[in-house]
């Protein structure tokens, strides 16, 4: 992000006050922020993360992908306590690939500089093969779980 002053914008550093682009503020509704940049209760979209629906194979209900973009199981029910769920888990999952904390391609997973082998939908964890997706990983793990 910039922050750009031009001869339209007004800038006194010695009250922190600024004024830049509109003078549009975001209304509060039940809660809400409501903005075109906010996170509405009805839609399954995050800023700067596309969120696109797709069959996913297995039981998967979320993925989230190298490309910064997460993929929603298309049955998922739109607004539904499951998909915002399934959102935020996959939220996680990109947060920590955005800071290095982890980190995939199709042979390994790397969680916090540790790298485990992954092949045939199984990742390598405390010797022993578990299925990718498994709660036993700690990248799996949820701060509110």
Do not use: C
Request: aromatic content about 10%; charged content about 25%; glycine content about 10%.
């Amino acid at each position: 992000m910039r922050f750009v002053v031009n001869s339209n914008q007004n800038v006194n550093v010695n009250n922190m006050a600024f004024k830049l682009g509109s003078s549009h503020t975001p209304a509060l509704n039940k809660g809400q922020i409501e903005g075109r940049l906010s996170f509405k209760q009805t839609d399954a979209s995050v800023p700067g993360t596309p969120v696109l629906r797709k069959k996913l194979g297995g039981g998967i209900l979320g993925e989230s992908n190298n490309d910064g973009s997460i993929f929603l199981h298309d049955k998922l029910v739109p607004g539904s306590d499951q998909e915002k769920h399934v959102l935020m888990h996959e939220m996680v999952h990109q947060t920590d690939m955005k800071v290095g904390k982890l980190a995939y391609n199709d042979n390994f997973i790397k969680w916090n500089g540790e790298t485990y082998d992954r092949k045939n939908g199984k990742i390598f964890y405390n010797n022993e093969w578990a299925p990718e997706g498994s709660k036993h990983f700690p990248w799996e793990k949820m701060p509110w779980e």
